[in-house]
Nanobody, 124 residues
Framework: QVQLVESGGGLVQAGGSLRLSCAAS????????MAWFRQPPGKEREFVAA????????YYADSVKGRFTISRDNTETTVNLQMNNLNPEDTAHYYC?????????????????WGQGTEVTVST
């Protein structure tokens, strides 16, 4: 049974940093693209960042480029999201997701597995 468990969310002031982690189990981790999505209050779930399964290529939403960094540890089967210079628009429920696909990695529809998410709140 595939499990994705996120941690690291919390309340932070604008300009601060948080590091989210996602522990994966029940899947051949190296064979999956890993991604982070978020759902702001009252809005649709949106793509944040992804790291591909083979070459480790990185993909970011324009809104987080230069501030967020995604990384993966294939030995520990974890994927992390370092978030710097946070602003109130980053307030959302953040989800970890896994996909065996190699194309269209920003599309949430290709992700077969999802965690329960972790809440991030950025205050002014």
């Amino acid at each position: 049974q595939v499990q994705l468990v996120e941690s690291g969310g919390g309340l932070v002031q604008a300009g601060g940093s948080l590091r989210l982690s996602c522990a994966a189990s029940g899947l051949t981790f190296r064979g999956y693209t890993m991604a982070w999505f978020r759902q702001p209050p009252g809005k649709e779930r949106e793509f944040v960042a992804a790291i591909s399964r083979r070459l480790g290529r990185l993909y970011y939403a324009d809104s987080v480029k230069g501030r967020f960094t995604i990384s993966r540890d294939n030995t520990e089967t974890t994927v992390n999201l370092q978030m710097n210079n946070l602003n109130p628009e980053d307030t959302a429920h953040y989800y970890c997701a896994a996909s065996a696909a190699t194309l269209d990695l920003t599309n949430l529809g290709i992700y077969a597995y999802w965690g329960q998410g972790t809440e991030v709140t950025v205050s002014t």
